[in-house]
């Protein structure tokens, strides 16, 4: 990679007041400031967006694909965590 | 292959059988890798050499809503490149190195676009005709199997139908207009047509990547398949133009429920994929000159970027000291 | 300020956009770079749709029928009010951001004017409209301005020149003719000349950041808003008019 490349920026946008930042791509910018501007027309060109992120892709740490198992399948036997395990009555299903 | 691969191949298989996404980080053959960065890549080509044929009509645009119009769609084009290029980046390459190869002649790109643009009415037909025949195509897509071009593929598919919308509107105005307009319609109709078939590639038994792209369902339908879909759909939509299709073979046949259309020119189709189209030059040159004629600016902007972060970087530790 | 010289003034604040958005518009396909591409289709969307807007009220107040394209597409260019700041060439990227800068500072203060008038309030809401959109011009052609000046040797070289090269037309942005001190008696314009400190404070300011030098105020070319144009919008404006005026009848 050339120093003269620009790095890659993911890019989140909070389409609506009261949703969270949702991840829409990515994209190629010298800095931030142009990410942000970049990312404007690329991704809000229909109304879509209230806020934008950019955050430098190499600054994102995933979890390893090999570790999902490990990292997620836990949760899986875990029903108790979800409401729909609770039968109630009728007059306080609501809850 | 060692015991550990076969077991991540066989997974991967099980995955893509089970219609899963399969995301930047999973394992995957090296040649589902190439597949997708060689696919992807040429659809990302595609959208931004297909800015040219189109943007050869933005400044003279017959009325304002028309100009703001095809702006509109031509900035689409490039949204969509762009959203692929991101796309193919998961893949582990990176845009320079495709772009590259789209520069060098190594890349292909959609062969439509090597065609030209001589009247107004021919954005009327790319917008129906071209961008019609890749709905067809991009639909199945948002349901392939790799997760960031599926996604890409989504985003695409919405913008999209508003590009074949204004290209039919436009025509249906030329083909209801003037005499001038009608045969500026309908001589658009006859150079864009064929090519517009061709669009779908050869038949798949012609075509070397299909079937193992069927299988990793990259591709859902066969060429064959969605040509035949496609004649289907627009041939009745040239009737309510009150246009012509330029093919005296065209028939509908009651007994297969299809359009039989005449022969296709391979040929014609071969020798512009390999460069003897009547645009081909032009399109490549156009690109590599803004690329090369753009070095300056871009590089001017990695500078400022590292010069700026030096700068905050001196005085923070200014501050800190 | 007679009807005749309020048709002219919003013909004028059309005209620089419709010519800046043209010139915009020869860029879509060939910029530095994708994501700049877009942003400069943006900038000339957003121009023609000013343009749009001005020319619609225009053609209302003069009451004779002509619509947006009519005024559009069947001037000649010496009935083109433009400054001949727009209908300079794109030449390269960085005499085509020197020129959006060096307008988008002037555009900004005379659209915060004529958003806030109440002799024209239709204008006034065509330009409050058109406030936004050039406050985003103005972030981007500035920062644009400063990543150049402030980038590598050549670029700062590039666009030392292109300064020279272009700052000999942003005299006639402050200079008022007879429509211009019209529309400014009535309330319709700003004073032009009192927003010539401003902008030198403003634009000075950027080209500070950006390492380069303010060029010095020598001769101003003028003659856009009489008219009297430079080569170039003769064959911008042929282009541009062709079909309309080639098929007369049709409507698009």
């Given at each position: 990679?050339?120093?003269?490349?620009?790095?890659?920026?993911?890019?989140?946008?909070?389409?609506r007041?009261?949703?969270?930042?949702?991840?829409?791509?990515?994209?190629?910018?010298?800095?931030?400031?142009?990410?942000?501007?970049?990312?404007?027309?690329?991704?809000t060109?229909?109304?879509?967006?209230?806020?934008?992120?950019?955050?430098?892709?190499?600054?994102?740490?995933?979890?390893?694909?090999?570790?999902?198992?490990?990292?997620?399948?836990?949760?899986?036997?875990k029903?108790?965590?979800?409401?729909?395990?609770?039968?109630?009555?009728?007059?306080?299903?609501?809850? | 292959?060692?015991?550990?691969?076969?077991n991540?191949?066989?997974?991967?298989?099980?995955?893509?059988?089970?219609?899963?996404?399969?995301?930047?980080?999973?394992?995957?053959?090296?040649?589902?890798?190439?597949?997708?960065?060689?696919?992807?890549?040429?659809?990302?080509?595609?959208?931004?050499?297909?800015?040219?044929?189109?943007?050869?009509?933005?400044?003279?645009?017959?009325?304002?809503?028309?100009?703001?119009?095809?702006?509109?769609?031509?900035?689409?084009?490039?949204?969509?490149?762009?959203?692929?290029?991101?796309?193919?980046?998961?893949?582990?390459?990176?845009?320079?190195?495709?772009?590259?190869?789209l520069?060098?002649?190594?890349?292909?790109?959609?062969?439509?676009?090597?065609?030209?643009?001589?009247?107004?009415?021919?954005?009327?037909?790319?917008?129906?005709?071209?961008?019609?025949a890749?709905?067809?195509?991009?639909?199945?897509?948002?349901?392939?199997?790799?997760?960031?071009?599926?996604?890409?593929?989504?985003r695409v598919?919405?913008?999209?139908?508003f590009?074949?919308?204004?290209?039919?509107?436009?025509?249906?105005?030329?083909?209801?207009?003037?005499?001038?307009?009608?045969?500026?319609?309908?001589?658009?109709?006859?150079?864009?047509?064929?090519?517009?078939?061709?669009?779908?590639?050869?038949?798949?038994?012609?075509?070397?990547?299909?079937?193992?792209?069927?299988?990793?369902?990259?591709?859902?339908?066969?060429?064959?398949?969605?040509?035949?879909?496609?004649?289907?759909?627009?041939?009745?939509?040239?009737?309510?133009?009150?246009?012509?299709?330029?093919?005296?073979?065209?028939?509908?046949?009651?007994?297969?429920?299809?359009?039989?259309?005449?022969?296709?020119?391979?040929?014609?189709?071969?020798?512009?994929?390999?460069?003897?189209?009547?645009?081909?030059?032009?399109?490549l040159?156009?690109?590599?000159?803004a690329?090369?004629?753009?070095?300056?600016?871009?590089?001017?902007?990695?500078?400022?970027?590292?010069?700026?972060?030096?700068?905050?970087?001196?005085?923070?530790?200014?501050?800190?000291? | 300020?007679?009807?005749?010289?309020?048709?002219?003034?919003?013909?004028?604040?059309?005209?620089?956009?419709?010519?800046?958005?043209?010139?915009l518009?020869?860029?879509?396909?060939?910029?530095?770079?994708?994501?700049?591409?877009?942003?400069?289709?943006?900038?000339?969307?957003?121009?023609?749709?000013?343009?749009?807007?001005?020319?619609?009220?225009?053609?209302?107040?003069?009451?004779?029928?002509?619509?947006?394209?009519?005024?559009?597409?069947?001037?000649?260019?010496?009935?083109?009010?433009?400054?001949?700041?727009?209908?300079?060439?794109?030449?390269?990227?960085?005499?085509?951001i020197?020129?959006?800068?060096?307008?988008?500072?002037?555009?900004?203060?005379?659209?915060?004017?004529?958003?806030?008038?109440?002799?024209?309030?239709?204008?006034?809401?065509?330009?409050?409209?058109?406030?936004?959109?050039?406050?985003?011009?103005w972030?981007?052609?500035?920062q644009?301005?400063?990543?150049?000046?402030?980038?590598?040797?050549?670029?700062?070289a590039?666009?030392?020149?292109?300064?020279?090269?272009?700052?000999?037309?942003?005299g006639?942005?402050?200079?008022?003719?007879?429509?211009?001190?019209?529309?400014?008696?009535?309330?319709?314009?700003?004073v032009?000349?009192?927003?010539?400190?401003?902008?030198?404070?403003?634009?000075?300011?950027?080209?500070?950041?950006?390492?380069l030098?303010?060029?010095?105020?020598?001769?101003?070319?003028?003659?856009?808003?009489?008219?009297?144009?430079?080569?170039?919008?003769?064959?911008?404006?042929?282009?541009?008019?062709?079909?309309?005026?080639?098929?007369?009848?049709?409507?698009?």
């Amino acid at each position: 990679m050339s120093s003269h490349e620009w790095p890659l920026w993911e890019i989140f946008v909070r389409s609506r007041q009261g949703l969270g930042h949702k991840h829409v791509g990515s994209l190629h910018a010298a800095d931030a400031e142009m990410a942000i501007s970049n990312a404007r027309d690329v991704y809000t060109r229909r109304q879509e967006g209230v806020s934008i992120w950019v955050v430098p892709a190499a600054a994102i740490t995933a979890s390893s694909p090999d570790d999902k198992d490990a990292l997620f399948d836990p949760a899986n036997d875990k029903v108790y965590r979800h409401p729909t395990f609770y039968q109630l009555p009728d007059e306080v299903n609501h809850m | 292959m060692s015991p550990v691969e076969m077991n991540l191949e066989a997974r991967f298989e099980a995955y893509v059988a089970e219609d899963k996404k399969i995301e930047p980080k999973d394992w995957m053959p090296d040649a589902y890798r190439k597949t997708l960065i060689r696919q992807i890549s040429q659809h990302a080509h595609s959208e931004i050499v297909g800015m040219l044929p189109e943007g050869n009509w933005i400044t003279r645009a017959p009325s304002l809503k028309r100009k703001a119009i095809l702006l509109a769609k031509v900035q689409d084009e490039a949204g969509h490149g762009l959203y692929l290029y991101s796309a193919c980046e998961t893949l582990g390459v990176s845009r320079d190195e495709v772009l590259n190869d789209l520069h060098s002649g190594k890349a292909k790109y959609s062969s439509i676009f090597n065609y030209p643009t001589l009247n107004w009415a021919d954005i009327g037909a790319v917008g129906w005709l071209v961008d019609g025949a890749a709905i067809m195509n991009q639909v199945p897509l948002c349901k392939c199997s790799y997760g960031p071009y599926a996604r890409a593929m989504v985003r695409v598919c919405k913008e999209e139908s508003f590009h074949q919308r204004q290209g039919f509107q436009i025509m249906l105005t030329m083909a209801e207009g003037t005499p001038d307009q009608k045969a500026m319609a309908q001589d658009a109709l006859n150079r864009w047509w064929w090519p517009a078939l061709m669009m779908f590639g050869p038949s798949d038994a012609d075509s070397p990547h299909s079937a193992q792209s069927m299988k990793w369902n990259i591709k859902r339908f066969s060429n064959d398949e969605l040509r035949q879909k496609f004649v289907d759909m627009t041939v009745p939509q040239a009737e309510l133009l009150g246009l012509t299709v330029p093919d005296p073979d065209l028939r509908w046949n009651e007994a297969r429920g299809h359009y039989d259309f005449g022969p296709i020119d391979w040929e014609e189709f071969f020798q512009v994929i390999q460069g003897n189209g009547p645009c081909n030059k032009e399109r490549l040159d156009a690109r590599r000159t803004a690329h090369e004629r753009g070095a300056w600016v871009r590089d001017a902007a990695a500078a400022h970027a590292k010069k700026s972060a030096a700068r905050r970087a001196n005085t923070s530790e200014t501050h800190a000291a | 300020m007679t009807p005749e010289q309020h048709f002219q003034a919003i013909l004028r604040v059309g005209d620089d956009a419709l010519v800046l958005g043209q010139r915009l518009s020869e860029w879509c396909g060939h910029g530095p770079v994708l994501e700049e591409d877009i942003a400069l289709t943006n900038i000339a969307l957003d121009l023609i749709g000013q343009a749009r807007g001005a020319y619609t009220r225009a053609g209302s107040l003069e009451g004779k029928g002509r619509d947006e394209d009519q005024l559009a597409y069947f001037r000649t260019d010496r009935e083109f009010q433009n400054v001949l700041l727009v209908e300079r060439p794109n030449g390269h990227f960085g005499d085509t951001i020197v020129r959006q800068m060096l307008f988008d500072a002037f555009s900004l203060a005379r659209l915060e004017w004529l958003a806030q008038q109440t002799v024209d309030l239709e204008l006034a809401a065509v330009a409050a409209k058109a406030v936004k959109e050039v406050r985003y011009h103005w972030s981007h052609s500035s920062q644009w301005v400063v990543r150049l000046g402030d980038g590598t040797d050549e670029s700062h070289a590039k666009v030392q020149q292109s300064l020279e090269d272009l700052w000999p037309f942003t005299g006639e942005l402050f200079t008022s003719d007879d429509v211009d001190r019209a529309a400014a008696a009535a309330g319709l314009f700003p004073v032009l000349e009192d927003l010539q400190a401003p902008w030198v404070d403003r634009v000075k300011a950027v080209l500070d950041e950006a390492g380069l030098n303010t060029p010095e105020n020598g001769w101003m070319q003028r003659g856009g808003k009489q008219g009297i144009h430079s080569e170039h919008l003769g064959y911008m404006l042929a282009e541009m008019q062709v079909l309309p005026r080639t098929y007369p009848d049709a409507t698009w």
